[in-house]
């Protein structure tokens, strides 16, 4: 069950601005169209588990949550791995991030009422400066661009609810808008993006 793995989060969601589940207070966590749908890239940079390499994979969770407030779960999710990835890969990243083998995502797992079956697809990446293109086959496309003050220096929250649980790396997001659009048949709904954040991560167990 050793595993651990360290890389990047680009976070998108449906909520207007900033997504209120970062707080992780129940108080502030309404979701701001009573329900909210989110997709997430996952860029895997180092790690292993049970000595099967993880470096180089790309992967997308799809989160739909019916609201009004994240705390009440009941959501439906599904993960979309880069068909670049091993079968062995694809096994190990598919129990990491579903929260089977411990970790920051076993606490998000709890939120989670349904699985769909893990979808392998053509994963492509492009970045032009603070502008960053996750591209998922025809499911959709998440969007970010990482916010920077007047000074250059990155436009960040430490320290909130969800940066801690997620173990991000000085427990710090950068402010990301994104522009993301998500379409699968098998989900929920179709959505677009406005909030979104970025943060590097160190996960392990």
């Known amino acids: 069950m050793t595993w651990n793995i360290n890389g990047e989060m680009i976070e998108s969601c449906s909520c207007n601005m900033l997504c209120p589940c970062w707080f992780g207070v129940?108080?502030?966590?309404?979701?701001?169209?009573?329900w909210c749908a989110s997709a997430i890239a996952f860029r895997v940079r180092e790690g292993f588990s049970d000595s099967v390499k993880l470096a180089g994979n790309t992967?997308?969770?799809?989160?739909?949550?019916?609201?009004?407030?994240?705390?009440?779960?009941?959501?439906?999710?599904?993960?979309?791995?880069?068909?670049?990835?091993?079968a062995d890969q694809r096994r190990e990243l598919e129990a990491i991030f579903q929260g089977r083998k411990g970790g920051p995502m076993a606490v998000l797992a709890t939120l989670v009422a349904k699985w769909l079956p893990t979808q392998t697809s053509?994963?492509?990446?492009?970045?032009?400066?603070?502008?960053?293109?996750?591209?998922?086959?025809?499911?959709?496309?998440?969007?970010?661009?990482?916010?920077?003050?007047?000074?250059?220096?990155?436009?960040?929250?430490?320290?909130?609810?969800?940066?801690?649980?997620l173990q991000f790396d000085n427990e710090m997001l950068q402010l990301a808008p994104s522009t993301s659009r998500w379409s699968d048949p098998d989900m929920p709904?179709?959505?677009?993006?406005?909030?979104?954040?970025?943060?590097?991560?160190?996960?392990?167990a």
């Open 26 to 34: 129940k108080d502030l966590m309404v979701m701001d169209q009573g």
């Open 122 to 165: 053509k994963i492509d990446i492009q970045e032009n400066g603070d502008d960053l293109a996750v591209t998922v086959g025809n499911f959709g496309q998440v969007k970010s661009h990482k916010l920077n003050n007047e000074a250059g220096r990155p436009m960040t929250m430490q320290s909130v609810g969800f940066a801690v649980m």
């Open 59 to 86: 992967l997308v969770l799809s989160n739909d949550f019916p609201g009004p407030t994240l705390f009440d779960g009941n959501a439906t999710a599904r993960l979309y791995i880069d068909k670049g990835a091993t």
């Open 189 to 204: 709904r179709s959505f677009q993006t406005k909030s979104g954040g970025v943060g590097s991560f160190t996960w392990a």
